[in-house]
């Protein structure tokens, strides 16, 4: 995913006039970093939250107008890092989840990995979904990964949310899936369909 693919998916949905505030706000962003946190509070309101398609799956407008303006920071090093995490802060939860969905497009190595965590502590489905996107995939500790997959089956977050699930899932991990569906089913409660076909496909 490229900022490129992001830009061009709002102009095919935005109207004219969102897609020029869209624009003219990354501008200002680039110019004067600060703008950033009073631009991302309304970017719901001035480009609304309709889904951007197949290609970006589970993304929406307003997700990518703020990845927009996340990227759109002239800053590196520290103070990238100290802004993005200011903005997930202060931000509501779509503007945090938004953080979440863009830190892989920003040039921020291991240094956001506090965010992925403070996001699987919570109790939000929303957040813990892309809590574990691609830049968790790369950046999380193999423990903490694990732990957050699991947390998503305990919330029913499908697993397909989990970004690099193939590569990193190691017998630890499922021996933690199969402790968890004999724990439901002891309990009489059903398991989990994809966590079913997942662990149907490790005796194949």
């Given at each position: 995913?490229?900022?490129?693919?992001?830009?061009?998916?709002l102009?095919?949905?935005?109207?004219?006039?969102?897609?020029?505030?869209?624009?003219a706000?990354?501008?200002?962003?680039a110019?004067h970093?600060?703008?950033l946190?009073?631009?991302?509070?309304?970017?719901?309101l001035?480009c609304?939250?309709?889904?951007?398609?197949?290609?970006?799956?589970?993304?929406?407008?307003?997700d990518?107008?703020?990845?927009?303006?996340?990227?759109?920071?002239?800053?590196d090093?520290?103070?990238?890092?100290?802004?993005?995490?200011?903005?997930?802060?202060q931000?509501?939860?779509?503007?945090?989840?938004?953080?979440?969905?863009?830190?892989?497009?920003?040039?921020?190595?291991?240094?956001?990995v506090?965010?992925?965590?403070?996001?699987?502590?919570?109790?939000?489905?929303?957040l813990?979904?892309?809590?574990l996107?691609p830049?968790?995939?790369?950046?999380?500790?193999?423990?903490?990964?694990?732990?957050?997959?699991?947390?998503?089956?305990?919330m029913?977050?499908?697993?397909?949310?989990?970004?690099?699930?193939?590569?990193?899932?190691?017998?630890?991990?499922?021996?933690?899936?199969?402790?968890?569906?004999?724990?439901?089913?002891?309990?009489?409660?059903?398991?989990?369909t994809?966590?079913?076909?997942?662990?149907?496909?490790?005796?194949?």
């Amino acid at each position: 995913m490229k900022t490129e693919q992001i830009h061009g998916r709002l102009t095919d949905l935005l109207s004219p006039a969102a897609m020029r505030w869209a624009e003219a706000s990354c501008a200002a962003v680039a110019a004067h970093p600060p703008a950033l946190f009073e631009l991302s509070a309304v970017a719901g309101l001035r480009c609304g939250r309709a889904p951007l398609g197949c290609d970006l799956p589970d993304w929406t407008a307003d997700d990518a107008v703020r990845a927009l303006m996340l990227c759109s920071l002239p800053l590196d090093g520290p103070e990238l890092v100290e802004t993005v995490a200011a903005v997930y802060r202060q931000g509501d939860t779509l503007e945090r989840r938004a953080v979440l969905r863009t830190l892989p497009l920003l040039a921020i190595g291991d240094e956001a990995v506090p965010l992925v965590r403070d996001a699987l502590r919570t109790n939000d489905p929303r957040l813990i979904a892309v809590a574990l996107g691609p830049y968790a995939a790369e950046q999380l500790d193999q423990r903490s990964w694990r732990d957050g997959v699991l947390k998503c089956l305990f919330m029913g977050v499908p697993l397909v949310a989990v970004a690099g699930l193939d590569r990193r899932s190691d017998p630890e991990l499922i021996r933690m899936f199969r402790d968890y569906a004999a724990e439901r089913a002891a309990a009489g409660r059903s398991v989990p369909t994809d966590l079913r076909i997942l662990l149907d496909s490790q005796e194949t």
